[in-house]
């Protein structure tokens, strides 16, 4: 019986074990984790996966680029892959496990130092172990006039983690990946590419012009597996001298398309500048209660049901959360605008006088939307219990008939499985993405095969519509990638193949494979 | 006696003997017999969680298991600053933590960002007139699921936590039939959960 609770894929255990001793020269044996209870950490899942097929060999944590380069010079010599998480809080996507069994996690929080952060330009230079709460206090203690823009977990999240993962928040700066500029990137082969203005010896514009020279590479290293990116520049939004948050309100699930059409003008024209979000009610109530408090009926809440909790809840069917950033007299010009614009849609405009000071759901809202760290969104996991999340996220035009047209096949698939339809979407420029959380009980066997059954029809009915996800999950990453066409797979291949012949970093990840 | 058979056995026991395998339930993480006393967070304002806490208290206090105990609300079980405050206050100690899944999450995962690891974790589902444990160990590689009666379930709960708090001096009857292991059981429309850990900071 092997003394490793994995072993990489056609890796032989004499050849692990000499990998595991080389690590351990590098990193110090309290770095090199193997045992199942060090393990621990990194098996917890909330996807409806078995954990068995993401299982990982190790865990190595080192502190330096340096370390890292001697890791993969073994790596590439034993043929071990490895997998690399930041803080590996990727919740609903899989948290810290790799996408398949064996590899070993390249644990990056030990690398956790913001090399720079200038006020005058308004960016960071940080490494992959640095969160948002880290750098929020960074910021704070030193009284700097600049904003973060943290997605929910942002107290344990990295912000070169969640960007590298195209995640988002909420504020003006929402898109994170569009806000970097300037990655330094290990490659298999040991090489260090900084992107950008960072391959010029000397330039100090590395963090403020994104393009330099020649084709841009930032994007292939993003839900990629060509490179380890060990340093990230990210904006940093101004703080604006006023801010007013609102929410507006709509009655009915149809109105899904007047709270779009309204919004995406406005948008687009940045006089609503941030990424906010449009919920539905269910997501609503269950930030803040749990589900048999409210319905005990099998199967997937009815809609009259949804309607009529709604209504004694105080919320929308449609609940649009944005705000307004200026000074108060561009705000106020801007405030004109928008609540004419939402009312003469039949939208409620409520802003926090209305509601007064203690509405536990604008109020999150209101902080994530200046860049503040909350997590009272994860009220969601109280929703069923049991721990089971998957975030279901495919892309929407910014358009009304097209928000309503995902929501109601969302709804068909969710409720045959008697799912909730717990969504929302999050405004972009000219698109939406359409977040929605099938949350289930991890415990039940009978739930999490019903979940994963759901999530696999959800992606071929949106796919069989032309919409893709702009995230998977480690357990269905093969089978995203496959939606997006053959050609891009081919290139992705290739690229691999030119970057890492020998499949040390990451297989599997994007569903790229050597 | 593996270390699943070795839970099951302390699931089943109905006193805290003297055995050698009571240190199978100390994972490698968890060394026993630290002077620090246990530190038990309850989340105030949830009757299930009352309860257990009640019971953990009353089977450490019987097995000579020194212990202190903090209430928090879910507001601040979610809030960063208020977990960081009293994670401050223990290190090197064990936390048994008894709240809702959303404050489970928020506390253990801003504690393994410090560094903590969990020995045991387990969700409670509460129905009608029964309970339903699923047991997750540092050293297992699935989970123990099994039933109780809503009146009794949390004795064995306050010995799960006990007998793998105690450590190799401490010990099991083992003379109690193993607890039996039912995957399946429990409807999903229930009335509500609650998880309860046991974690290293």
Known sequence: MSKYIALPKGVAEADFDKAIAEFKKILGADNVLHSRERLAPYLKIMIPAQIEEHTPSAAIMPESVEQIQRILRVCNRYKTPVWPISTGKNFGYGSAAPATRGQIVLDLKRLNRIIEVDPDLCYALVEPGVTYQQLHDYIKERNLPLWLDPPIPGPVASPLGNTVERGVGYTPYGEHFLFSCGMEVVLANGDILRTGMGSMPNSNTWQVFKWGYGPSLDGIFTQSNFGIVTKLGIWLMPAPPAYKPFVVRYPDQGDIVKAIETVRPLRIAQVIPNAGTVSNALWELAVVNRRADLYTGEGAIPDASVAKLAKAHGVGSWNVYTALYGTEETIAEHWKIVTAAFKASGGTVLTQEDLGPDDPLFNYRRDVMRGDLTMREFGLYN?????????????????????????????????????????????????MHHIIDILYDRTLPAELAKARSCYDELLDDFAREGYGV????????????????????????????????????????????R | MDRRNFIKSLLASGVLGSSPLAAQAASDLFAPGTAQPVLIVGQSGLPHADELVARLERVFAAAGIDYVQARASGG???????????????????????????AALIFQELAAARGAACALSTHHRFAAQEVRHCCISAGLDTSIVWSDSLADHAERIGRLYAGTLAGPESAVDRSAPVVREEPDRAADATPGSLVSFLITV
Do not use: C
């Open chain 1, 383 to 431: 929703w069923r219990g049991g721990g089971g999340s998957m975030w279901f996220a495919p892309v929407s035009q910014a358009r009304g008939s097209e928000t309503l047209k995902q929501m109601g096949l969302a709804k068909r698939i969710l409720n045959k499985y008697g799912i909730d339809y717990v969504g929302l979407f999050v405004i972009g420029w000219r698109d």
């Open chain 2, 76 to 102: 601040e079980l979610t809030d960063y600053t208020h977990v960081i405050v009293l994670l401050d206050r223990v290190p090197g100690r064990r936390v048994i933590g008894v709240m809702d899944a959303a």
């Open chain 1, 470 to 513: 702009y995230r998977t999950n480690i357990d269905f990453m093969d089978k995203v990638a496959k939606l997006y066409g053959p050609v891009k797979a081919s290139v992705n291949r290739k690229i691999k193949k030119a970057l890492d012949p020998n499949g040390i970093l990451a297989p599997g990840k994007s569903g790229i494979h």
